[in-house]
């Protein structure tokens, strides 16, 4: 199984472009999540979506939105792209949005550099 | 705030022990977990706990005291595929995840 499919793998991006990550997952889970990771900071989470149709801000939410029109996909896109977006994306779903069974399935991830 | 916390990294020797500690301090409790990652690769579940105590799975292992908010994970006869970097995350009382900033493990021959 494909698991999580994320794209691009890699973007160099110049500033104030726009961007969508593409996510598609193909489990069936019905929560999903878009982390960024930089150096020397944990995982940030950026945007959530506990079911199809809903979506929540996570910690780092400025200068990026969601959608989750249905299960399996949940595209993050960067409407005006600044430098401080440089980092790598990586998406994440688990099979439930509240349980406390934690176990969370990553994409490849996608790095992505705003010049 | 909430903070975890977990050594930058650390250095051991193939077919070793290593012990890699992370300290929390987060709005509520609701399980603590650790993930592994590959450089240039996607985070692996490794372990879940939520009660106090040792939680054994293969050549490693997950320990947690709540009243401490502490909690280790405990990697034996190292393999040089275990050089990777182990993530700590705490599930708070709102049930989000708060990432530590991992620890890189380096193992020599």
């Known amino acids: 199984t494909a698991g999580i499919t994320q794209a691009p793998t890699s973007q160099i991006l110049a500033a104030g472009r726009s961007m969508t990550l593409r996510c598609t997952q193909d489990?069936?889970?019905?929560?999903m999540y878009w982390y960024r990771q930089d150096l020397g900071l944990g995982l940030r989470l950026i945007h959530y979506?506990?079911?199809?149709?809903?979506?929540g801000k996570g910690e780092v939410p400025d200068g990026y939105s969601v959608s989750r029109a249905n299960t399996d996909d949940f595209p993050l896109t960067l409407a005006s792209a600044v430098p401080s977006q440089t980092s790598v994306y990586f998406c994440?779903?688990?099979?439930?949005?509240?349980?406390?069974?934690?176990?969370?399935?990553f994409g490849e991830g996608s790095r992505l550099t705003v010049l | 705030g909430q903070n975890i916390d977990q050594p930058t990294e650390m250095t051991a020797t193939e077919g070793a022990i290593v012990q890699i500690n992370c300290t929390y301090q987060?709005?509520?409790?609701?399980?603590l977990f650790w993930y592994q990652q590959h450089a240039g690769e996607a985070p692996t579940f490794l372990s879940y706990n939520v009660l106090d105590g040792l939680e054994e799975k293969g050549r490693f292992s997950s320990f947690l005291s709540r009243s401490k908010g502490y909690s280790y994970l405990l990697l034996k006869e190292l393999q040089m595929k275990d050089s990777a970097s182990y993530l700590c995350?705490?599930?708070?009382?709102?049930?989000?995840?708060?990432w530590g900033a991992g620890t890189k493990l380096i193992i020599k021959p």
């Open positions: 994440a779903s688990s099979d439930s949005g509240r349980s406390n069974t934690g176990e969370l399935f």
């Open positions: 489990m069936r889970h019905n929560a």
């Open positions: 987060t709005s509520g409790f609701n399980g």
């Open positions: 979506s506990n079911t199809a149709g809903t979506t």
């Open positions: 995350a705490v599930m708070d009382s709102n049930y989000q995840l708060i």
